[in-house]
């Protein structure tokens, strides 16, 4: 990323949609512009996980405030992501497809674990740059709720509780009732959920605890108008008890309280107390940094190329070879060759990101072999679709499975993506040729191969003595030529000194 570019992130959350635009300024980020619209879209959600056509059209709207606003944008500058509700929603894939249209760029439903790392992420960025603090976030959200210790900018322990201030105010305190019964069954209930994962969190120390997001920030700013220091358990018991007095949301008359947080205010109360007494906290600082602000440093991380150790994703990709790793030597091998064909037939429509993920692919395409060498390239689709794949979007995840299922065998099973992805088809065409070329388990003569691409036509010179010497190698090249050719694409092998 240059100096002066503009990113911009999307968070679709359960309770309210923010836009968030920044400039790249001598290598940090600062904030140009911020738009926040109270949707509540979680509250749209029905007992069959659907979500109502009311909480669709809230969102749709809302989207297409902020489409217009991020016209100009290029795809690279936007991270537009999803959370909870979505999570949930049956339905998400009618919403997603709109939404996508009316905001004029992707959106991507992300898991709960990416969810935390880019709150920790997003929240140690704003905070001083001392990697050895240990420090512990929590953010409460709609319908979920994020805990991440770490150390430093590193996340090492994360969880996603399923609750949040909206779903829990709608399960306790329905029409806005306050009472000292519902808030003891709604900690209840909260600490019950939150026991499961405590032993996880016993390492690390709560010191510097933190808390992100839209209930933290209106709880602290109710304590300060209150005359309280700041986030203390007694504090927020203290704010708990005058919400019981006031008995009805619509009672509330606190300085700050915005109308659009009063209908959760109970729902979030009653989880911060939860947390608060099962992680034995008494004391938390409430922080500006949240999901925007991390997904904002990932899309400056993925270009970072002079700086790829910041990707996470290559970490990610460490990561899965060391636990499932077949043979790393040959997953390089086929990523040498993948990465010489993709850029010998370049035609400049492709992107640098388009290629590293066909490098990762080639890394990775023998996983599977892990769990059984029979239908390998599925379980190592499998592990790519549902493993843990920190940094990497769910369609990166789900290109990068389809690509490996289509490595070997037929084509038909991946003909829909070929069909609809141009990149694809030739990110699958490359791998598979850097696998066929590999297939004796050591670096092929690049130097007699060469590769000329033409519009629905890949030309593959071969010099008459590497196929002499070669002969199963140019054999499976033959092969690989009757295969494309069901989908369009004319694959010629031309040898060299024998006349085309």
């Not at 499961?196 to 109710?222: C, I, K, W």
Request: proline residues 2%; glycine residues 10%.
């Amino acid at each position: 990323m240059k100096d002066g570019e503009r990113l911009a992130a999307v968070d679709l959350g359960s309770n309210s949609f923010r836009l968030e635009i920044s400039i790249l300024h001598n290598g940090h980020l600062q904030r140009v512009e911020y738009l926040k619209e109270t949707v509540r879209q979680g509250a749209g959600l029905d007992g069959d996980n659907y979500l109502s056509r009311d909480a669709m059209e809230r969102g749709w709207q809302c989207l297409a405030r902020f489409g217009e606003r991020l016209r100009g944008f290029r795809p690279e500058q936007v991270s537009a992501l999803a959370t909870q509700t979505l999570r949930e929603a049956r339905n998400r894939a009618e919403f997603i497809a709109r939404g996508q249209q009316l905001l004029g760029h992707p959106i991507e439903v992300i898991s709960g674990q990416e969810e935390a790392r880019l709150i920790y992420q997003g929240v140690s960025y704003l905070l001083p740059r001392n990697v050895q603090e240990q420090r512990l976030v929590i953010d409460i959200g709609g319908r979920s709720t994020e805990v991440i210790a770490g150390v430093g900018q590193r996340s090492l322990e994360a969880v996603s509780l399923p609750f949040g201030s909206v779903s829990w105010s709608q399960r306790f305190f329905a029409e806005g009732k306050l009472s000292a019964k519902a808030f003891a069954k709604a900690e209840v209930a909260a600490s019950a959920v939150i026991e499961e994962y405590l032993e996880r969190f016993d390492p690390y120390p709560r010191q510097h605890v933190y808390g992100a997001s839209g209930t933290m920030g209106a709880v602290n700013q109710l304590l300060q108008s209150l005359g309280e220091p700041g986030l203390t358990f007694a504090g927020v018991e203290r704010l708990k008890n005058l919400l019981i007095e006031a008995q009805h949301v619509d009672r509330l008359q606190f300085e700050g309280l915005r109308e659009d947080r009063k209908p959760v205010i109970g729902g979030g109360i009653s989880l911060l107390l939860a947390l608060m007494r099962m992680f034995g906290i008494q004391a938390m600082q409430a922080s500006d940094g949240a999901l925007r602000q991390g997904a904002l440093l990932d899309l400056v991380q993925r270009d970072d190329h002079d700086a790829k150790q910041r990707d996470i994703r290559h970490n990610s990709v460490a990561s899965l070879i060391q636990r499932f790793g077949y043979d790393k030597a040959q997953g390089e091998r086929v990523a040498e060759v993948a990465e010489a064909i993709w850029l010998a037939v370049d035609d400049g429509q492709g992107r640098a990101d388009d290629l590293q993920l066909l490098r990762w692919v080639s890394q990775l395409h023998e996983i599977g072999i892990s769990i059984a060498h029979e239908r390998f390239h599925h379980h190592g689709a499998y592990i790519l679709r549902f493993g843990d794949c920190p940094g990497f979007l769910p369609s990166e995840r789900e290109r990068m499975a389809s690509l490996i299922v289509g490595h070997r065998g037929k084509l038909k099973k991946v003909a829909q993506d070929i069909a609809a992805d141009a990149v694809f088809a030739r990110q699958l065409l490359c791998l598979r040729l850097a696998v066929l070329l590999c297939h004796a388990r050591r670096m092929p003569e690049l130097d007699a191969i060469g590769w000329r691409l033409g519009k629905n036509r890949l030309e593959v010179h071969v010099d008459a003595a590497w196929a002499q010497q070669h002969p199963r190698s140019h054999f499976l090249l033959q092969e690989e030529a009757l295969v494309w050719e069901k989908y369009g694409l004319a694959l010629h092998l031309v040898e060299r000194g024998q006349g085309a």
